[in-house]
């Protein structure tokens, strides 16, 4: 199989604060993870790709000290959403994809994050 | 003009009706053709994996992919209730990380 786990599955916080949300492919190597944002009754929106030991990549509009994305190793990414306010609302999805080369892409459970 | 256009539904059918769920897209840069379902709260699943043209069966669920009219369908034969989801398409370039471009989602609910 292709697991991907995601960690808080739901997070409440106040205005203000920082979140960080973990994602970790578990039975399988990811070299490239990627992080979307969804709205509700929306489809996906791709926030940044993230390459295991290098800087990740964002998408227009997606400010990068904001969202900040951590690659540390090859099961693991983490967002961390800093100084979060009430309009960063959202759920939160990671995928991994398997090895490079290859187009598939496995996700997570999601991360809901409700800013107060 | 989005990149990529799904009929968002709602789609309503009766237990034991063949579903067909559809997707045109603009770019023909496109290689790669998913399917994906989601049900409400959760990630997506995916269910089909295409590449160029040509059609994948799956148990109950085909796939299809038409590059010359840039349309792909996913077809679900025998539904069930618990079909009912959000279907996404998915497609991607050849490229070094395979960025997907989503379909807004067609929501399905089968009828029991």
């Known amino acids: 199989g292709a697991v991907v786990s995601q960690h808080p599955s739901r997070v409440i916080c106040k205005s203000g604060t920082s979140v960080k949300i973990e994602c970790r492919s578990l039975d399988f190597q990811a070299t490239t993870m990627f992080w979307y944002r969804q709205f509700p009754k929306q489809s996906l929106m791709l926030m940044a790709t993230s390459n295991e030991g290098s800087k990740a990549t964002y998408e227009q509009g997606v400010e990068k000290d904001k969202f900040l994305i951590n690659h540390a190793s090859l099961t693991l990414s983490t967002l961390t959403v800093t100084s979060a306010h009430p309009e960063d609302s959202s759920f939160y999805i990671c995928?991994?994809?398997?090895?490079?080369?290859?187009?598939?892409?496995?996700f997570g459970p999601g991360t809901r994050l409700t800013v107060l | 003009q989005k990149e990529v256009e799904q009929d968002p539904g709602p789609l309503s059918v009766p237990e034991g009706a063949i579903v067909s769920l559809n997707c045109t897209y603009s770019?023909?840069?496109?290689?790669?053709f998913m399917w994906y379902r989601q049900y409400s709260r959760k990630g997506p699943e995916l269910l089909m994996y295409t590449y160029s043209s040509g059609n994948k069966e799956d148990g109950r669920f085909t796939a299809q992919v038409d590059k010359s009219s840039k349309y792909i369908s996913l077809f679900i034969r025998d539904s069930q209730p618990s079909d009912s989801a959000t279907y996404l398409c998915a497609m991607a370039r050849i490229s070094g990380t395979y960025k997907y471009i989503f379909g807004t989602g067609t929501r399905l609910k089968v009828l029991a």
């Open positions: 995928s991994a994809q398997r090895t490079s080369g290859s187009a598939t892409q496995y």
């Open positions: 770019n023909s840069a496109f290689q790669y």
